[in-house]
């Protein structure tokens, strides 16, 4: 019985050595998008994104549906009162269409503009849902959420 409890211990510690060599661990080398918002008047948000050259982020699902296009989440300043609904978008950048992908997709910076009260959600963060794409080596990092404080 001890021999099978010391066995299954070294098994555990084992295990647990190689999950965590496993573990996939934030590269400072992964290129980030830059991406920051303004109030603008009484009603407008302006939010500025911009992808790293050579670099894409996804404007809609794709052909097939299923690429992770950019998206902002207003749910934080819809619990906090300061709106009370999902913003409606004013205006949003063209993109190009990218054959490979078969998508809309933002190169550079591109400007989305949403109706909604500036003096409201000024000081505020919403969030941006953004997955990028490295042209030159054919790969897609990992989908992450920004927080933006709404200036």
């Given amino acids: 019985m001890k021999t099978s409890a010391a066995f299954s211990l070294i098994i555990f510690i084992l295990g647990t050595?190689?999950?965590?060599?496993?573990?996939?661990?934030?590269s400072q080398n992964v290129p980030h998008p830059e991406i920051t918002a303004k109030a603008i008047g009484d009603n407008l948000v302006?939010?500025?994104?911009?992808?790293?050259?050579?670099?894409?982020?996804?404007?809609?699902?794709?052909?097939?549906g299923v690429l992770l296009d950019l998206q902002f989440n207003w749910q934080k300043l819809i619990e906090?009162?300061?709106l009370k609904k999902e913003p409606e978008k004013k205006s949003a950048p063209a993109g190009a269409q990218?054959?490979?992908?078969?998508?809309?997709?933002?190169?550079?910076?591109?400007?989305?503009?949403?109706?909604?009260?500036?003096?409201?959600?000024?000081?505020?963060?919403?969030?941006?849902?953004?997955?990028?794409?490295?042209?030159?080596?054919?790969?897609?990092?990992?989908?992450?959420?920004?927080?933006?404080?709404?200036?």
């Fill in 17 to 26: 050595a190689f999950l965590d060599s496993c573990q996939t661990k934030p």
């Fill in 46 to 64: 302006q939010i500025q994104v911009t992808v790293p050259e050579h670099h894409h982020a996804y404007l809609d699902k794709g052909r097939d």
């Fill in 80 to 82: 906090s009162g300061a």
């Fill in 98 to 151: 990218d054959d490979t992908a078969h998508a809309t997709v933002l190169r550079g910076t591109g400007t989305f503009e949403f109706i909604a009260p500036a003096k409201d959600v000024e000081g505020k963060n919403l969030a941006a849902r953004i997955q990028i794409c490295n042209e030159t080596r054919g790969i897609c990092y990992r989908p992450e959420t920004i927080d933006v404080q709404i200036q």
